[in-house]
């Protein structure tokens, strides 16, 4: 009996370092942008994907079959609009965005998810997702005068996929 749960655990062990292997640094990216932190200086978006990777850990086998990718980046959007990290004062192109534009934008245009995945996943009509997203593009393609360095097509250019 000890023999099966060492193995099994070691199989999941094995599995989950791959999935880290190959998500950790998008997810890593997404939180950056969630928290609107600089790439190289960015506490609270590390503390938020290790919040977002235990999570998917410790369901890591519920249910079968289910996108482990798609548990931790719904951990990350719901965590962080649920959070009270975006009461601190963003830098960066996307600080001039209220969090859930820039929770919107990224899931939409970095993430690439569809209005009624993002709605879904927000708990969001479809319609309001994509108000959310039009006007968060168009703050930072012009932004309020003195608010932001201004980013331009640059920035979405960056955050498409």
Known sequence: MRDRRGVRD?????????????????LL??????TAEAPDA????RRLLTRALAHTYAHWDHPPGEDPYDRARG???THYAHAVWHRSRP????????PRERL??????????????????LGLPADR?????DRA????????????????????????P
């Open 91 to 98: 830098h960066g192109p996307l600080a001039a965005l209220s």
């Open 42 to 45: 960015n506490p609270r978006a």
């Open 129 to 133: 997702v994509r108000a959310l997203c």
């Open 137 to 160: 593009t168009a703050t930072v393609l012009h932004p309020p005068p003195g608010a932001v360095p201004r980013a331009g097509g640059p920035l979405l250019r960056r955050l498409q």
């Open 10 to 26: 070691a199989r999941r062990a094995q599995e989950f370092g791959g999935f880290i292997a190959g998500a950790a640094g998008r």
């Open 75 to 77: 951990h990350l959007a």
């Open 104 to 121: 919107v934008l990224v899931l939409r245009l970095y993430e690439g998810l569809a209005d009624e995945q993002t709605a879904a996943l």
């Open 29 to 34: 990216l997404t939180a950056t942008l969630l």
